[in-house]
């Protein structure tokens, strides 16, 4: 789905990722795990094309980055459903309409899909806030409606980004449960976290590879597990 | 794996005309608007009414430079066309001479090829003809003025230097004016001001362009979260300049609307020109002139298109 070629990222003339292999197989789960500042967010960025490699390539489902256009990276887009630790949503939209969000900027009607967003809603458990403004959710309730957006054009691949950073250990439990349920739906899905607990959690109930950024440099992570 | 769409679109393209047929469907789907994608973006008070505001006041201003087009392109008309067939003789020569001079004149102008008619004006129409200079009381019997002898051409017209030599050997005190001298000057300043007018609509055109394309630029600044959003959830360009786009081009229109309106009231609420009306007075809209302020708006809105078209194309390249 998902292929890092030999990539290398460097920003003003250091390098933040150094001859990065990764291959995400399709209905694969995957960890990447490393301290602050080790480059996790710099390499789902490099997944999700809001950074180009400086060297290697990054094939997305068969297709080099090099070969993709803006429009191209946007067509990719809908095809990988995006987690960040901020959320990032558009306040003066409900919760429902920045759920929506994703159908309405690839054309899809969204009044002929209100059921899809229904159950949605009521899977991340955000049916009675369907009307609030997303300053009026909680962390976690943030975090999951973030999930539902992203997961509304039933994407191939889910990227997220410290996802449990800001919540307390039973909402990252609640939204780790959602994540193992896509996974298990068949969806490829990639966190970057650097909470051990969360991982070790994850790993009793889903067969997830646990990948680690040291040095630059990404390795399988081992023994500490 | 799907196609992307940039890729098909570009093959289909090459001919210039189904090309501008695509940009035609694009702007009638842009102006049929999109509610959903113009709720994307906030509204912003403040770049909302400066692009009202400056569409209203640059179409006010459009409004006047047009009318003073017009009415400067009628003046040219008018003194070329009043000027064009006419001349004057004028007869200097000592009181006792004057009518001898003056008959001698008008036989010649009589059997000259080219002149329509030649007429000796009465004390009146000259005193008339000097009122505005001098005062109603002027005393023309006292007065050695000169008799002038109104002459209108054939549409032919006539052999000036010729009359010229015949009058110089039998009428001594006859000098002949064709107008030509003075009218030649006020046909080109006229037609001056006419371009002036056209030019001083272009400028317009052109600041208004700057301060849409400023305030477009400053509303995407604004909005920059926003962008960052819609770019993640898969945005294309064309859909996050849609709701920008679409925004400036309908407040321009209804500033420009506002504006022409305004104008075109101030116009109509203008003096009439009286008998003696100059320029100024006459510079309001005549006849069917009333309808070009009308193609002020949709070309206000189409200045707004184009410069925040071109504002947020060019912003959104340069984010990632």
Known sequence: ?225 | MRAPARDTAGRRGGAPLSAFMRWLGRAASLLAGDARADRVVPPAGFTAWLTVFTAGAMSFLAVFALAFSLAAGRLADSWSAELAGTATLRISAPPEQVAQQTAAALAILDGTPGIAAARALGAEEQRALLEPWFGPDLPVDSLPIPQLIEIVETPRGYDAQGLRLRLQAEVPGAVLDDHTRWRRPLVRAAEWLRVLGATSALLIAAAMAAMITLAARAALAANAQVIDVLRLVGARDVYIARAFVRRFTMRSLAGAAAGTVAGMLVLALLPEPGAAGGFLTGLGLAGTGWLVPLAIPPLAALVAFWATRGAAMRALRETT
């Not at chain 1, 449960?177 to 970057?192: D, P, S």
């Open chain 1, 1 to 225: 789905m998902i292929e890092l070629c030999e990539v290398s990222y460097s920003y003003g003339g250091e390098a933040l990722l150094s001859d990065v292999a990764l291959e995400l197989q399709p209905g694969s789960f995957h960890f990447l795990t490393g301290p602050s500042g080790s480059g996790k967010t710099t390499l789902l960025k490099l997944c999700y094309l809001e950074l180009r490699a400086s060297r290697g390539e990054v094939v997305f489902f068969g297709r080099p980055a090099s070969q993709i256009g803006r429009d191209g990276v946007a067509g990719l887009r809908r095809r990988i459903g995006i987690v960040h630790q901020d959320c990032r949503f558009l306040d003066h939209l409900t919760v429902i309409e920045n759920i929506a969000l994703p159908l309405d900027v690839a054309g899809q009607p969204v009044g002929t899909r209100r059921q899809e967003l229904d159950e949605l809603l009521a899977w991340v458990g955000l049916s009675r806030r369907r009307g609030a403004l997303p300053p009026e959710l909680s962390g976690g309730e943030r975090q999951r409606a973030a999930l539902a957006r992203a997961v509304i054009l039933s994407p191939d691949v889910i990227l997220a980004d410290e996802p449990t950073g800001n919540l307390d250990w039973e909402m990252s439990l609640r939204l780790l449960t959602l994540l193992i349920e896509l996974n298990r739906m068949g969806k490829t899905v990639l966190v970057a976290t650097h909470d051990m607990t969360l991982i070790r959690q994850a790993k009793s109930q889903v067969a997830a590879r646990v990948l680690r950024i040291r040095d630059r440099r990404l390795q399988a992570a081992g023994a500490e597990l």
